[in-house]
């Protein structure tokens, strides 16, 4: 089992931006793929950006070249570095874990985007 702590989340202006992090109760440096997922008020969850054991990435279109995620496996830690934010990047995002077939995932980070 995996459990994961975000962190980062909070109000910030257009055009500004934040760190989320994800922090893991083990080591992570097996576990692919983890990433992130946003759900907006009244829209489905969906994939923001995901990294592999191994250190590749992908990145949603709406999202791609403004978000960068990365890991740190020896803090057992997963980030998404968020730049140049939009309104529309309001959201909860939620990390997530893919281990053995199993999905666990984070309780959620508040992001909000001021115009």
């Known amino acids: 089992q995996v459990q994961l702590v975000e962190s980062g989340g909070g109000l910030v202006q257009t055009g500004g931006s934040l760190r989320l992090s994800c922090a893991a109760s083990?080591?992570?440096?097996?576990?692919?793929?983890m990433g992130w997922y946003r759900q907006a008020p009244g829209k489905q969850r969906e994939l923001v950006a995901t990294?592999?054991?191994?250190?590749?990435?992908n990145y949603a279109a709406s999202v791609k070249g403004r978000f960068t995620i990365s890991k740190d496996d020896a803090l057992n830690t997963v980030y998404l570095q968020m730049n140049s934010l939009k309104p529309e990047d309001t959201a909860v995002y939620y990390c997530?874990?893919?281990?053995?077939?199993?999905?666990?995932w984070g309780q959620g980070t508040q992001v909000t985007v001021s115009s």
């Open positions: 997530y874990a893919n281990q053995y077939g199993l999905r666990y």
């Open positions: 083990r080591s992570i440096f097996d576990i692919s793929p």
């Open positions: 990294i592999t054991s191994g250190g590749i990435t």
